[in-house]
């Protein structure tokens, strides 16, 4: 599992074997705007040979009243 989050201008990535107990990696402080785009996206990493990959369990939830 992966996890975005983002409060305020800052977006924290963790990380979690069953999608319950998170690890964070890395916390950074970004000029973000107040709207942003995301996305999801794979590569095979060997020019001109294509991957198929498979995602779920995708999940955009907005921020709570004081909650970012």
Do not use: K, M, N
């Not at 319950?20 to 942003?36: D, N, Y």
């Not at 794979?42 to 955009?60: E, L, R, Y």
């Amino acid at each position: 599992w992966v996890r975005l989050e983002r409060i305020g201008q800052t977006v924290i990535s963790s990380v979690s074997a069953d999608g319950v107990a998170w690890s964070e990696i890395r916390r950074e402080i970004l000029a973000l705007p107040a709207t942003v785009q995301a996305g999801l996206v794979a590569t095979s990493h060997a020019q001109g040979v294509a991957c198929t990959v498979q995602f779920s369990d995708i999940a955009i939830v907005a921020a709570t009243a004081g909650g970012g």
